[in-house]
């Protein structure tokens, strides 16, 4: 089988990798950077971000592995190289499907699209924005405030929850609406909920100023003569090969509330 390591570029990370590499070669797996099935992402989670994005033009032959080298590892389950090299070695993983956030940009007379695993986020380059937004393309509010994320159901525990946003499940299709800092008044008015979108429904954000900061995921990036950004949720979705059952919500307590008191660990 083909693979590749992704790392973080720390030491310890970097060590990992030696150790991950020399046994998989040395087990028959081949170290193939361009076409690999499976991508060990070793760090934290913006490396498991970086691996999404080095790879994501090939979803549907390529799984990925998030090996945690850090405090707080959203993504990953796995922190014992030993383990995780037998589970590899012999195929006992688990694949969990986790959904996208599909992001067109219209921009200068062309449509980029963009895929997010986290979040998509407009802001102003500065001061405050105005963004219509249309729901299936009927005018649902005007916005002005900070900016707007629009995160995936994994994502929802990224940026979406310190704007307040709900956390989602990631067996649920959808994306969410969250406002960043909107202002309310007699003439500018938004709903104040973040907004849970199911999939083929779409989200529409139309700028009224020219240029404004995009993120996508831990990338941010100017675009300039925006026409419209037009969101869904993605058709491809991301496939993680896990070690064990470790239930969605186990990992939102292990992370946000407490280490030690958790269930025991089963179901997905
Ligand atoms: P970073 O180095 O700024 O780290 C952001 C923090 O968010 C890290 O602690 C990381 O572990 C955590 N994180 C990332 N994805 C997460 C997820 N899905 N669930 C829970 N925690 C998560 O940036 P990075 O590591 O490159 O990650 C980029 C992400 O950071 C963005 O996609 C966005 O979700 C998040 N972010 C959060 C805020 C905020 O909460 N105010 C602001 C900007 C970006």
């Not at 060590?15 to 020399?22: G, N, S």
Request: aromatic share 10%.
């Amino acid at each position: 089988m083909e693979f590749a390591v992704i790392s973080r570029g720390d030491e310890v990370s970097e060590a990992k990798k030696e150790i991950v590499t020399q046994y998989l070669n040395g087990q028959g797996f081949n170290y193939n950077q361009v076409f690999p099935r499976v991508v060990i992402a070793i760090g934290g989670d913006g490396t498991v971000l970086q691996a999404f994005h080095t790879y994501k033009h090939r979803l549907e032959s390529t799984a990925f592995i998030a090996y945690n080298t850090g405090h707080l590892g959203f993504y990953s389950d796995w922190d014992n190289v030993e383990s995780l090299l037998e589970a590899i070695v012999d195929s006992s993983l688990i694949t969990v499907e986790y959904p996208l956030v599909q992001a067109e940009v219209e921009a200068d007379g062309q449509t980029v699209t963009y895929q997010a695993l986290n979040d998509v986020t407009i802001k102003g380059v500065k001061g405050s924005v105005q963004i219509d937004v249309r729901l299936n393309n009927h005018h649902f509010e005007s916005f002005k405030g900070d900016g707007l994320c629009i995160s995936s159901p994994s994502g929802s525990t990224g940026y979406n929850k310190s704007l307040g946003g709900a956390i989602v499940h990631p067996s649920l299709e959808i994306i969410q609406l969250s406002e960043m800092a909107s202002i309310n008044n007699r003439v500018y008015r938004t709903i104040g909920s973040s907004l849970v979108i199911p999939k083929h429904h779409i989200l529409t954000l139309l700028p009224k100023a020219d240029t404004y900061m995009l993120s996508v995921d831990h990338e941010s990036f100017p675009v300039e003569s925006i026409q419209q950004l037009t969101c869904s949720v993605a058709k491809e979705k991301i496939r993680f090969l896990r070690c064990r059952s470790f239930p969605f919500w186990n990992r939102v307590k292990e992370a946000f509330i407490s280490l030690n008191d958790c269930e025991p660990r089963g179901g997905r």
